[in-house]
């Protein structure tokens, strides 16, 4: 398998994340030619990177043997319903060894254009020239925070998801928690235990039942993508898992969302009535963005900068393929079981690709 710079090669793979490395065993299956590169220092991508820099607490929503990636299952971490960041991490770190996938790292793709016929990878210790380049840089790396009337008047602090690291700091502070996800849920359960919090979300917040976990909302992913029905009062994406950590805060009375404020003001945030509330800080859990930046030079987006598929496949450039990134580049792609069924999908056509062209 290709593993030197400035060589070529059947197939890069940007990213050694889950997606990147799900992609790595079917190609490996596929006795293909490959290189994975990884601009993490070492294996474990953003979870490995989760259990140092994010929050002690944070949890998968689903247990362990749900949460695999293919070929593999996770084991089971002892003591935890719910696998944590470094579980996952050290997960995903024997997952590369145990099927020897060739990973480069740390190498920080700049850019991929065409070239004779090719695709060329430019990296930060070489070129590589590809007849098919996978990105799977997934999301983490572009924390999104809207530019919300009075943003930048507040005179306190705000900080998104990817810049929490613990409740400690905010102990006896007002802190008012943005977004109605299940990041948003969980670090309001983390900082309830220390701090005065408010919850405020754009929509109404639904709470899935105790004893539900994420599995359900994959399935629903699934069928959504796939076109199918998924029942009246089915899960949707942006409902809440009642973790341990979530259970106990509505135990405490504090898992109550308000509507979503008008606007930031010096020293807090006020609603459309003329209500306000002073805080000390906003934390934005608002999501992220898929990194994609390393593909401008082949111009594969529309006007709307959305990059047009046919499954993963690029509809500008078919020897582009694209994998984690959300439901639009396949369903539940950027969860570890979903990132192993579209990673498969996707190269099934690159090898076909390779066979007949």
Do not use: K
Not at 128 to 137: D, Q
Not at 201 to 217: E, K, S, T, Y
Not at 264 to 269: A, N, S, Y
């Amino acid at each position: 398998m290709a593993a030197s710079a400035d060589a070529e090669t059947d197939v890069v793979v940007i990213g050694g994340g889950p997606a990147g490395l799900a992609t790595g065993y079917h190609l490996t299956r596929e006795q293909a030619d490959y290189v994975i590169l990884d601009g993490q220092g070492a294996p474990g991508g953003f979870w490995d990177r989760a259990w140092s820099n994010y929050w002690d607490s944070l949890r998968l929503i689903s247990p362990a043997e749900h949460s695999s990636l293919p070929g593999w299952r996770m084991p089971g971490e002892p003591g935890q319903e719910l696998p944590s960041a470094r579980h996952v991490a050290d997960y995903l770190a024997a997952y590369e060894r145990r099927y020897g996938l060739p990973v480069r790292r740390p190498v920080t793709v700049t850019g991929v254009r065409r070239a004779d016929g090719a695709l060329e990878v430019v990296g930060s210790t070489g070129t590589w020239r590809a007849r098919h380049v996978v990105s799977a840089t997934g999301t983490w790396r572009r924390p999104y925070t809207p530019d919300h009337p009075g943003r930048h008047l507040f005179e306190g602090r705000q900080l998104h998801t990817a810049d929490y690291r613990g409740p400690e700091e905010f102990a006896g502070r007002r802190v008012t928690v943005v977004g109605g996800g299940n990041s948003a849920a969980q670090l309001l359960a983390d900082l309830s235990e220390v701090a005065h919090t408010t919850w405020v979300a754009r929509r109404p917040v639904r709470f899935m039942p105790d004893d539900v976990d994420g599995r359900v909302l994959f399935d629903a992913d699934t069928q959504r993508a796939l076109g199918g029905r998924t029942g009246r009062g089915a899960a949707s994406p942006g409902d809440i898992v009642m973790v341990p950590s979530v259970r106990r805060a509505r135990d405490r009375g504090v898992l109550t969302a308000l509507p979503m404020f008008e606007r930031l003001t010096r020293t807090g945030v006020a609603w459309a009535d003329g209500s306000e509330r002073e805080t000390d800080a906003v934390l934005w859990c608002t999501g992220f963005r898929p990194v994609l930046d390393h593909l401008a030079p082949l111009e594969p987006f529309d006007a709307d900068g959305r990059i047009p598929l046919d499954g993963n496949r690029s509809v500008r450039e078919p020897r582009l393929h694209l994998i984690g990134y959300g439901d639009w580049t396949g369903a539940a792609s950027d969860t570890l079981v979903g990132a192993g069924r579209t990673a498969g999908a996707a190269v099934a056509r690159i090898v076909e690709d390779l066979r007949t062209g």
